[in-house]
């Protein structure tokens, strides 16, 4: 009976399609009998939860409220995969409100019956290459629960729909049957098009995978032969991408977002990714004998070890066909024509996936030419559809050489080795997909994120406020990520509770953890937390007067968050949270007018030195950039600028007082709206050119923010022999002003160039 399903492509995809079903009941039975109980994720997944719960609860049209108050966001950059978000929105709207309250139900549905799709249409790409239909299903269900978006499970849901690839390249092969023929080519972009709208990267994929079958078919096939085929590719791959890029910049109002995003050459893929071991136990015994092939978390696309001693096999095959001469069956390999094609197609994707060839270090300064494809920042996933092609070809290698065995009647010999390998590979996808099912079914903890019983709103039940009392949350320690220029991490406890409550009393935060965020905002959000010597330029554009809810997660609070829960009013404490009333005029006061009062009686008692004033009279250190070639100054014309990535140097000298060994604090503006992100500032100290210590501060954390500069500030101590302080600055297009050295306690006052009065680097205004 089961010959006769295998026979059969439909019925053996659907006898696959109830396998992958019961192992996926095996693995994950609690999330399959009841999916919106689930939740076990943190960081970017609990994320993906918040902001589609929170859209389908309560947002309309192209803008995500969750975040980024008071304007909130487009629907393309939280993350919220849109494609699922929206049709919840609108069964809302129709009088359906239960399919919002399920939101987290549909994520985790989606994911496992992708898992289970994904096996069928390997088995009926498989049966296309072609081998017989027990070894298909067979191969498919291993190649199935290997699969790297089974990592995503538990972070970034919206890439975890392990099927796209897999469809993606049937698709591709019904176009390779029938060249001349537009139905596959349509199906397939309105197919990229629309998983584009649950991550971009589907898109991108998908398209740039097509875009890599174009010298592969004109090299195999001849360009003139494969004219009509090139024509469909070409189109199918690009119309989706400038569907998507046009409705986005119709629909898009911000001008700012980060153009060079971070993590392009860090985020990618390698050899060590694709070809060496990624889970426990074979890890480990693997970095023993080799300790230096740890790959990328994003680079994983690990295709086995099976797939491994295929690669070495065929490596040597292709060794002794090259010493031949016979290069041409390199180029052109006697397999069948969706592997022929595909194969070298995905191995010129897995060079983009590895960043090839501008990681190459003569070749960086050349990343431009990417153009937009920069905003693919993570190219370790482009690797993906390498994995499913190379196990595909590992698998009809191991059939074929199988089978080669039997034909020479060495049956016996042939299954000897073919069952331990169909073995490893089964043990390997086991040890790959059993801990994150485990993971998963530990943690039935979705209501308490999402549901209304205990929540936030029985907790305000207990006092004299209600949600409506508040316009906004502010969450500490807080958390802000986005624009690469910001990176205020928070933690996982202060995530939770602030989405949750968020979630709970319809309120939108006042931070952001999306990607590619407007500078701009993000800039305004974080100078939420600056000093009183910042006024903060978002206040008025709230369009309420009603207190900020301080939401108070346990952990330690910077002197910054400390400021704001000094501010607000305790309404609530338990052990987990604390509940805060900010009145915004609280936030909203600055020090500036009893700076201004306290320098006019100070400083006509001091006596300037090269233009600074300081209050305790010893030595201090400025330096304006004011002879600077680059005007773009921040009080004035002049600023240190340095285009490319490099170690600046913007001091190197003795210190400001040679004689104290006290304290002292370096800091720095930078112009937080160029090209790259903002690096790290660096303060080293030396006797007789050898060094002493070595500090450095991240300007990513920085809290304090004036207009498009942000403040970095390193405190230091000098040792008794230091005789040379250097600052340097570790950036990419630095632009930086108002460089300052002084003794801790000691104020220091200049006036700029419009002859206004500055405190430390902040101007005191009239």
Known sequence: MLRTFFRRPVLGALLVGLLAAGILARLFPGMLRYPSAYLSATGDGLKNYYVVAYYARYDHGLLFTGMNYPRGEHVNYPDMQPLLALPLAWLRDLGLPWAAAYSVGFINLGMLLALGATAVMLYLLLRRLPLPGWYAGLAALLITFLAPQVLRFQAHMSLSYACIVPVQWYCLVRMQAAPRRWGWPVALGLFNLAVGLLAAYHLGIGSLWLLAFVPVLGWQQGWRRSAPLLLRVVTTALVPMLVFWAGLKLTDPITDRP???????????????????????????????????????????????????????????????????????????VLPAPLRTGLWAATLLLLFAMAYPFYLPALRDYVWLLGPLKQFRALGRFAWPFYYVFATYAAYYVYRLWRYLRQRRAAAFAWGWLAPLLLLWGLEAWWHVQPVATAEEAS??????????????????????????????????????????????????????????????????????????????????????????????????????????????????TPAEQRLVSLGQLIKATPEVSLYALPVAALAATSLAAERAKATALLPRLT?????????????????????????????????????????????GPLPTPADTGRYEASVWVNATTGYGLGNMQVKLYQHGQQLDHQVADTRVSTEVLGDWVRVAVVFRRPPAADRLEIVYDGHDLLADDLLVRPLGTDVYWRDAQGQLVLNGYPLGD
Request: overall charge positive; glycine content about 10%; hydrophobic content about 40%.
């Open 608 to 652: 300037p030195t090269n233009g600074l004033y300081t209050s305790t009279g010893r030595g201090a250190l400025h330096l304006a950039f004011d002879r600077s070639p680059d005007r773009r100054g921040r009080l004035g014309p002049g600023a240190f600028s340095e285009p490319r990535e490099t170690f600046s140097t913007l001091y190197d």
């Open 259 to 333: 153009p060079n995003p971070w993590g392009l050459f860090v985020a990618r893929s390698s050899f060590t990714g694709v070809f060496s071991p990624y889970d426990s136990p074979l890890r480990e015994a693997w970095r023993y004998f080799f300790p230096s092939t740890d790959p990328s978390w994003e680079g994983a696309a690990y295709v086995g070890l099976v797939g491994g001693l295929v690669l070495l096999f065929s490596v040597v095959l292709a060794a002794r066909y090259l010493g031949r001469g016979q290069w041409r069956r390199v180029v052109r390999p």
């Open 444 to 557: 039935p903890a979705a209501q308490a994120f999402i549901g209304e019983e205990g929540n936030f709103r029985h907790l305000l039940g207990w006092t004299k406020y209600s949600p409506e009392s508040f316009q906004a949350i502010i969450p500490l320690p807080y958390f802000c990520i986005g624009t690469d220029k910001i990176a205020i991490e928070g933690g996982d406890a202060t995530r939770y509770q602030a989405y949750k409550a968020s979630l709970n009393l319809h309120l939108p935060l006042l931070n952001m953890l999306m990607s590619r965020s407007s500078v701009h905002e993000t800039l305004g959000l974080v100078q939420l937390l600056s000093s009183l010597l910042v006024p903060k330029s978002l206040l008025p554009k709230l369009p309420s007067a009603k207190p900020i809810l301080l939401v108070v997660a346990a952990g330690p609070l």
